[in-house]
């Protein structure tokens, strides 16, 4: 419970800077509970230096560089386990933030979870090495002695993630997890309301002793002169206002290096009522659910939260009673309180702020429920804490709104606006001039399609809504590790997360030229025209044993017409190109009766695979099939097999390998092109 945080002394928060814990040279500032207004920290960073903090993170990071995705992987699994094992302390912390239990459901288990997910994904998805390749290799002379191959490396300077204080433990992890799969180190600076949040997860993640020193640093209070000293090898991160966010894009040095900025702005997200959901439809009863949910979440204090509703002007009066009954039922008080289910803003002036937001937004409309300058509270003291009811505001003509579009009260505050036809309603979406996210809420298919295409361009993401994945559905305001979380224009132009392509933003792609054997050096992975190996069967090798380049030519066997018949009756695929001569012939492609696909690649299997138990574990599929060339009866083939990567899998006893086919015809004709995937054992007894 809040009022717990009374009965401790204020925490003197301190950066932890080149490998130590550091206070500020001043007593620093005060930070309150948010709910009972009781001193819980203190906050000053001055006396740090900056620039040092810098390059102790650039020298540093060299051990994080030397590690490979797989492993940085493993440990961002082994950080994520033991935090999770201290989310209660977590969560009795973060009561003082003005958060409920759920709300700090979201900041603490979504942070962990999404510190696991990224860990999941980089051995899933990324080589258990230090390069990323991209794309294919590009052939650069006929003969194939010169190629090139695009690379990505990770930057040999530091993270620095300015972030804002709704969400102190989720911000904090979304950025660091993909920039530690990427190899650099990271210097995190959280904003100051909340900051003793972070700083307790930090002093957890230090004291357990799994990342390698200097991969992380924080900052407790201003930055000072930080991006004074940033170069064009470190990177930028910044979540909050878009004013401040383009102060800071517009530094000096900033510029001068070319420092890469990434800028997540709150933004004026909107959702849609679809003309087709009316009252009495799922759809309906879920839009009013989820604004009314983003609205009192976080006490609405989400970047990704509904600003602006729009409906059907048929559906207005519908809507604004559905939405006051919803409303009305959400207990506002001590967020330690279980009987309440929106806490408090983050601090006093944080509500002062949204108060006058509200009255910059009533030149456009009315409010229609709530009063924003009465608190009714379940418990806690209105004059101590920041404490605020929901408020929702009406604009009958958006068209002519200004503020409506142009100005964000952040908190539990939305304004529902009419439109008279869809195509309207999309383009008032656009009127927020780029933001995070839009929902629509539509059974029909022809009004999702439209409201999507017109609104992905102002939007970072877009959520359809309907009765389908009403239970499944992560919701209109979750950001979500594997997906995109950014947008345009006022939103500040930049990506986050994405999965791997999260990780990339944190490397330096580069496009390396040169001869196959060269480039197979530096990426670690076969090209055609590279060195090869042809001695006793790849399939007989482990992983001890096996290389890239490991080659075998296999014998050839010759397609007859009676095999590609038996085929066809043994499988029941048919198509007239396998059975009809006549039919075949007049194929513009084919020149008669050819052989199915999937002969061939059996057939190819048929003369690679070694068939006794060896370190081959599994075949687990088949990457990048194309059939390049018709084969007919009569045609001859034979294949070539080579050890394209091999990926040790961390912590197991077996790596997947993938192989280059190739199957060619009689004339060398490349039949088939494909790669084939393995689990290959470590060791094995000879």
Not at 88 to 106: I, M, R
């Amino acid at each position: 419970m809040t009022a717990s945080q009374s009965n401790r002394a204020p925490i003197r928060l301190k950066s932890y800077i080149c490998g130590a814990w550091k206070a500020g040279h001043r007593d620093g500032a005060p930070l309150l509970d948010a709910a009972t207004g009781d001193v819980v920290a203190t906050i000053d960073a001055s006396g740090i230096d900056m620039a040092e903090a810098l390059a102790y993170g650039r020298a540093s990071g060299q051990a994080l560089q030397a590690m490979t995705f797989h492993e940085r992987a493993m440990m961002l699994k082994a950080l994520g386990q033991h935090l999770m094992g201290l989310k209660d302390e977590f969560h009795a912390l973060s009561l003082a933030t003005g958060a409920t239990p759920k709300d700090g459901w979201v900041d603490i288990e979504g942070g962990i979870g999404t510190l696991l997910g990224y860990a999941s994904k980089a051995r899933r998805e990324m080589p258990n090495a230090r390069v990323l390749t991209e794309g294919a290799v590009e052939p650069l002379s006929k003969d194939m002695s010169f190629s090139a191959q695009h690379i990505l490396t990770p930057l040999t300077g530091v993270a620095v993630h300015i972030n804002a204080y709704n969400f102190p433990c989720w911000g904090m992890l979304e950025k660091l997890a993909p920039t530690l799969i990427a190899g650099m180190p990271a210097i995190i600076k959280p904003a100051s309301q909340t900051a003793y949040l972070t700083e307790l997860m930090v002093r957890r993640i230090i004291e357990a002793d799994i990342l390698p020193p200097g991969a992380l640093q924080l900052i407790c209070g201003s930055v000072g002169d930080l991006l004074d000293h940033v170069s064009g090898q470190d990177v930028v991160t910044f979540t909050g206002s878009a004013s401040t966010g383009r102060k800071l894009r517009a530094h000096p040095t900033v510029v001068t290096n070319s420092t890469r900025f990434t800028m997540e702005a709150d933004s004026l997200n909107a959702c849609v009522l679809g003309p087709d959901a009316t009252p009495g439809t799922p759809e309906f009863d879920l839009f009013i659910r989820e604004v009314a949910a983003e609205m009192t979440v976080k006490a609405g204090q989400k970047c990704t939260a509904i600003r602006r509703a729009f409906v059907p002007r048929a559906q207005v009066d519908a809507v604004q009673a559905a939405l006051a009954e919803r409303l009305a039922t959400i207990p506002v008080g001590l967020p330690g309180d279980p009987q309440v289910r929106m806490g408090a803003l983050a601090s006093q002036s944080q509500r002062d702020e949204v108060r006058a937001r509200i009255r910059d937004l009533v030149v456009d409309g009315e409010i229609v429920i709530g009063d924003p300058d009465a608190v009714t509270l379940t418990s806690g003291d209105p004059d101590r804490g920041a404490f605020m009811n929901p408020v929702v505001l009406y604009c009958d003509r958006p068209e002519d709104a200004r503020a409506a579009h142009d100005v964000e009260a952040f908190g539990p505050v939305s304004t529902l606006m009419a439109y008279d036809d869809l195509d309207q309603a999309v383009a008032l979406t656009r009127r927020g001039k780029g933001s995070l996210v839009a929902s629509v809420f539509t059974n029909d298919a022809g009004v999702a399609e439209a409201a999507v295409l017109g609104m992905a361009p102002f939007h970072g993401r877009v959520m359809i809504g309907n009765r389908a994945s009403a239970k499944s559905s992560t919701g209109h305001g979750s950001p979500l590790y594997m997906l995109t979380h950014g947008g345009p224009g006022r939103a500040g132009g930049g990506e986050e997360m994405g999965g791997v392509r999260g990780v990339k933003h944190f490397m330096q792609r580069t496009a390396v030229q040169g001869t196959p054997r060269l480039l197979a050096a530096v990426t670690g992975q076969w090209i055609d025209g590279a060195e090869t190996r042809a001695d006793i069967h790849p399939f007989r090798k482990s992983l001890a044993e096996l290389q890239i380049g490991d080659q075998l030519v296999t014998k050839t066997r010759q397609v007859t017409l009676e095999d590609i018949e038996h085929f066809a009756q043994f499988t029941g695929d048919n198509f007239y190109a396998h059975m009809d001569e006549e039919a075949a012939r007049a194929n513009p492609f084919f020149d008669g009766r050819v052989a199915h696909g999937y002969l061939i690649v059996s057939f190819a299997a048929g003369l690679f695979v070694q068939p006794d138990p060896g370190p081959v574990l599994a075949n687990y599929g088949v990457d990048n099939l194309r059939f390049l060339t018709p084969v007919n009866p009569g045609d001859t083939l034979g294949v070539r097999l080579t050890c394209k990567a091999i990926n040790p899998r961390e912590g197991g006893e077996h790596g997947e390998v993938r192989w280059d086919c190739q199957v060619t015809n009689q004339d060398g004709a490349v039949v088939a092109q494909y790669d084939v995937l393995t689990m290959v054992a470590k060791t094995w007894p000879n």
